[in-house]
């Protein structure tokens, strides 16, 4: 079964290169992006908004942050986890965003960019 994914990133070249690692996998029928949180939040806080099988947000953008999408959305549509699957797709080396990532039960897991087709194969494949 092929799915919708959303990828929630500022930084345009890397949409670029991760649109082709997506259509590369063959497991979305769909894709969707926005350049940060606010943009993002505004279509989903509404609980009339379908939301994306699969949502990859990085943490570091400007206005809204990752962390500060993933509360708000939490705070408006507290049951979205159990439509959507988000990972958390960043540059960042820290071990604070890691250990942030896991105290969020709505977070599925913590990667590290750039994005392989095998990773996102795996994910699909995982969350069927």
Partial sequence: MRESICIIDDDQIYQLIVKKVVERTGQFNSICFYNDGIEAFEDFKSPEYDLPKLILLDINMPQMDGWQFLDSLIAHRPNFHLETIIYIVTSS??????DKAKSYKEV?????????VEKLKEIAVRHR
């Fill in 108 to 116: 599925s897991g913590f990667l590290s960019k750039p994005l392989s």
């Fill in 93 to 98: 080396i820290a071990h604070s965003d890691r």
